[in-house]
């Protein structure tokens, strides 16, 4: 069974109409190096695509990739992240490379002094045979009740972990942070403080299960 239609038949939803691209003769996992860029306060590391027999995918996926980063570094050099930024760093971990489907998390974290730094998480998911971005609900659709599910799953979870939250959850926004784990289930992932103390870090949802 298909990557995309394992998630929905879990979530008890329709196929998707973006299936079809995972079809028969879809795309070997991407080859993927670590760019660096070490320039006054920046200290980055971030992903390339490489190796794609569309070179049109490969420039679509890293474009995007690159508009990231450079959203980024925008900040961290206008002083946006705080007006005495002293480091401004960028990491990434590639979450899922398999079924036609990139998925990576680019994490960013700026220090303005204090007692601790800022970090940032964001999350890409891209179809290897178009270089099409996917959100959340590309994925699994919010009609039908999959919203509602999603909302369960991650109602159920915070229950379950006991968190101290600081906002209550009103339900999954309409384009959520996310990534595919590695078994391809989506993660829902909350930034810093949007949810509970910054002592618990990112909170993360797998709603496929």
Do not use: C, W
Not at 60 to 86: C, K, L, M
Not at 104 to 111: K, W
Request: glycine residues 10%; proline residues 8%.
């Amino acid at each position: 069974m298909k990557l995309l239609a394992r998630i929905l038949l879990v979530l008890g939803l329709p196929l998707l109409l973006a299936a079809p691209a995972l079809a028969a003769g879809q795309p070997r996992p991407v080859s993927v190096l670590t760019q660096t860029l070490q320039q006054g306060v920046l200290d980055f590391q971030y992903p390339r695509v490489i190796g794609m027999p569309d070179a049109a995918v490969q420039d679509s996926i890293n474009a995007a990739i690159a508009r990231r980063v450079d959203e980024f570094r925008a900040a961290a050099e206008t002083g946006a992240p705080g007006p005495f930024t002293e480091t401004a760093m960028a990491r990434y971990e590639v979450r899922h490379n398999a079924d036609g489907l990139l998925s990576l998390t680019m994490t960013f974290y700026v220090y303005s002094g204090g007692a601790h730094g800022m970090t940032y998480m964001r999350g890409l998911t891209f179809d290897l045979a178009t270089g099409r971005e996917y959100r959340l609900p590309d994925l699994v659709p919010y009609a039908g009740g999959g919203r509602e599910r999603i909302d369960a799953a991650i109602t159920a979870q915070l229950k379950e972990r006991n968190l101290p939250l600081i906002a209550p959850f009103k339900g999954v926004p309409d384009n959520p942070d996310f990534y595919l784990a590695a078994d391809g289930r989506p993660v829902v992932f909350f930034q810093l403080y949007e949810l509970a103390p910054y002592v618990y870090g990112f909170l993360e949802f797998p709603v496929g299960r």
